[in-house]
């Protein structure tokens, strides 16, 4: 089957007078109709520019892709104009920003910006009247009274305005739909119920789906495939049973599933991922992973770690679990393994 989306080897910088920002590094993935892939990492890592670059909305002075290929369906998205890219983004491809309370404009009421992607992406040739039973429609199905569609967003509650948002997102039918964080700032009740709603929508319409977040518990919920996200780089990607079916790990991986806690067994003490992530405008050489690292070596601070392939499931690691040893300094690396 082939990928609804494919992304090959991008690059994405944010270029000033002052300093340059390594954002995305040489990232590839692809994801299959009606799939779920998550994009899990810390804040920073580059999760969303990765989703903008997608959609074409990088700032239009500092944001630039430098290399690789944006494929959706049968378009190369990044070599499309803008005029033909507006005919794709928020019809074919749509997204759920990661915050409501800026995502929706405080003047107009919900319903007339559920109606305006209909309006602006009308290939059906909807009158005015067809508009507004769809946009109803729409507001059902997420759960909101079509009868709340003349509402402002301030007369609805955190949730209900994210509901909102997914209801802009879906009401045009996308193949792909793209979740930034999706639940940030909501409530453990209704996190839950704004997930189980994408994964009910999504069997039901058969959308491909790109879910980014920094939560390993929303992945293991909601994703089929999943890309550990670290500097701008892909560091493991695999299946869902890959990553959180144990065996081998990136220690970046590691480390994120040493800070979840334990709802089983003895309690433990967490271990948090020591240090930060690296400074985008000074990325360190080899692995971008290696000033945090307890395993790290010589040749990690070194040379460029390649991507190991096993069974299908990716690791950017030197080191297979069998051969790392805990450094508590530098460590070292044969010479052959630095040439």
């Given at each position: 089957?082939n990928?609804?989306l494919?992304?090959?080897?991008?690059?994405?910088?944010?270029?000033?007078?002052?300093e340059?920002?390594?954002?995305?590094n040489?990232?590839?993935?692809s994801?299959?109709?009606?799939?779920?892939l998550g994009?899990?990492?810390?804040t920073?890592?580059?999760?969303?520019?990765?989703a903008?670059?997608?959609l074409?909305l990088?700032?239009?002075?500092?944001?630039?892709?430098?290399?690789?290929?944006?494929v959706?369906?049968?378009?190369?998205?990044?070599?499309?104009?803008?005029?033909?890219l507006?005919?794709?983004?928020?019809?074919?491809?749509?997204m759920?920003?990661?915050?409501?309370?800026?995502?929706?404009?405080p003047?107009l009421?919900?319903?007339d910006q559920?109606?305006?992607?209909?309006?602006l992406?009308?290939?059906?040739?909807?009158?005015k009247?067809?508009?507004e039973?769809?946009?109803?429609?729409?507001?059902?199905?997420v759960?909101?009274?079509?009868?709340r569609?003349n509402?402002y967003?301030?007369?609805?509650?955190?949730?209900?305005?994210?509901r909102?948002?997914?209801?802009i997102a879906?009401v045009?039918?996308?193949?792909l739909?793209?979740?930034?964080e999706?639940t940030?700032?909501?409530?453990?009740?209704?996190?839950?119920?704004i997930l189980?709603?994408?994964?009910?929508?999504?069997?039901?319409?058969?959308?491909?789906?790109?879910?980014?977040?920094?939560?390993?518990?929303v992945?293991?919920?909601?994703?089929?495939?999943?890309a550990?996200?670290?500097?701008?780089?892909?560091?493991?990607?695999?299946s869902?049973?890959?990553?959180?079916g144990?065996?081998?790990?990136?220690?970046y991986?590691?480390?994120l599933?040493?800070?979840?806690?334990s709802?089983?067994?003895?309690?433990?003490?967490l271990?948090?991922?020591?240090?930060l992530l690296?400074?985008?405008t000074?990325?360190p050489?080899?692995?971008?992973?290696?000033?945090?690292?307890?395993y790290?070596?010589?040749?990690?601070?070194?040379k460029?770690?390649?991507?190991?392939e096993?069974?299908?499931?990716?690791i950017?690691c030197h080191?297979?679990?069998?051969?790392?040893?805990?450094?508590?300094?530098?460590?070292?690396?044969?010479?052959e393994?630095?040439?």
């Open positions: 089957m990928p609804v494919e992304v090959k080897n991008l690059s994405v910088i944010y270029k000033t007078d002052m340059t920002v390594y954002a995305v040489d990232i590839s993935f994801l299959e109709k009606g799939k779920t994009l899990v990492g810390e920073g890592a580059g999760k969303t520019t990765t903008l670059s997608i074409g990088l700032p239009e002075r500092t944001g630039q892709i430098t290399s690789g290929r944006i959706f369906e049968d378009a190369v998205l990044n070599e499309l104009s803008r005029r033909e507006e005919r794709i983004r928020g019809h074919r491809i749509s759920i920003f990661q915050d409501p309370m800026t995502a929706l404009n003047v009421t919900v319903g559920i109606a305006e992607a209909l309006e992406h009308n290939e059906e040739h909807l009158n009247w067809a508009i039973k769809k946009v109803e429609e729409t507001l059902e199905m759960g909101i009274p079509k009868e569609k509402e967003p301030h007369q609805f509650s955190g949730g209900m305005r994210q909102v948002v997914i209801a879906l045009c039918n996308p193949g739909l793209i979740a930034d999706p940030t700032a909501l409530d453990v009740t209704i996190q839950a119920q189980t709603m994408i994964c009910d929508l999504q069997r039901k319409y058969g959308t491909s789906v790109i879910m980014i977040t920094h939560d390993l518990g992945v293991a919920e909601t994703c089929d495939q999943v550990i996200v670290y500097a701008g780089e892909i560091v493991e990607y695999g869902l049973l890959d990553i959180f144990g065996g081998s790990h990136h220690p991986t590691e480390g599933f040493g800070s979840i806690p709802l089983t067994g003895h309690a433990k003490r271990q948090p991922i020591e240090g690296p400074d985008p000074d990325l050489a080899g692995c971008k992973f290696s000033p945090r690292c307890k790290c070596t010589q040749l990690c601070r070194q460029q770690p390649p991507i190991r096993q069974n299908g499931h990716q950017r080191y297979t679990p069998d051969s790392r040893t805990i450094t508590a300094d530098a460590g070292t690396a044969r010479k393994d630095l040439e």
